[in-house]
């Protein structure tokens, strides 16, 4: 499975993370994983939400439709979560 590291900065608990994370699985599922990384890496400060976005850095979010090829993710981005 190909993983690229990409750096996130959360926004409700003013915190930044690298985070490995598998671009062949759609974003949706991405987003699953990424939030399960903060909650864990930010020793449960960072609460889940189904409702949560990516940013990329020109300020667009992030389809979760699209896969994490087709997403615009690359490695070394810096992406925000909100």
């Known amino acids: 499975m190909n993983k690229i590291l990409i ?10 993370y690298d985070v490995l994370v598998p ?15 903060i909650t864990e890496l930010s020793n449960d400060n960072y609460e889940k939400h189904d409702n949560a976005i990516l940013m990329n850095s ?7 439709n699209n896969s994490g090829k087709n997403s615009g993710l690359t490695n070394g981005c810096k992406v925000i979560l909100i």
């Open 7 to 16: 750096t996130i900065y959360v926004i409700s608990i003013d915190e930044t």
């Open 23 to 37: 671009i062949n699985l759609k974003m949706s599922e991405i987003m699953e994983l990424i939030q399960n990384t």
């Open 58 to 64: 020109e300020s667009k979010i992030i389809n979760t």
